[in-house]
């Protein structure tokens, strides 16, 4: 019988840290009014992003993510919930798709076959997608949502 020679996983908090660091940014470029508006609408390439604000509170605002393609049914829709720490000037994803509460690191195999970084490559991809919108994205027309005294 062969010895595996299998290593732990090991998360590396300063990447992670890292990333949401610069998607803050990011983000904040795409949507610098966030505090004045409550949703922000672009294309790119043939897909429609918006990005709306669902919660405020003094320290984080939590932001939902749609992009969806028009006539392109095998790409499907883009779903991301996103927690943006204003204090410590971080974003995470807080959903992806219908995944909620993605754990820093699992054990492999698991259940719902998650791999051991989940969490460090939606932040990933999220990093990948929200520069693809900076380098790509146009406004169609101005939809910005301003926010109106109730």
Not at 77 to 98: I, K, N, T
Request: net charge positive.
């Amino acid at each position: 019988m062969q010895k595996q020679n299998k290593q732990a996983f090991k998360l590396s908090l300063t990447e992670l840290h890292g990333l949401c660091e610069a998607n803050y940014a990011r983000l904040v470029r795409l949507f610098p009014d966030y505090e004045a508006c409550n949703a922000r609408e672009f294309i790119v390439g043939s897909a429609r992003v918006r990005l709306e604000v669902r919660e405020r509170a003094r320290y984080t605002t939590i932001f939902q993510v749609d992009q969806w393609h028009a006539g392109s049914r095998w790409l499907g829709r883009l779903r991301v919930e996103l927690r943006a720490y204003h204090d410590a000037r971080m974003v995470e994803v807080g959903m992806f798709q219908s995944h909620r509460r993605i754990a820093a690191r699992y054990s492999y195999p698991n259940a719902r076959m998650y791999q051991q970084d989940e969490k460090l490559q939606q932040n990933r991809f999220l990093a990948d997608w929200l520069e693809h919108c900076l380098a790509n994205g146009r406004l169609g027309v101005d939809v910005t949502a301003p926010l109106t005294d109730a």
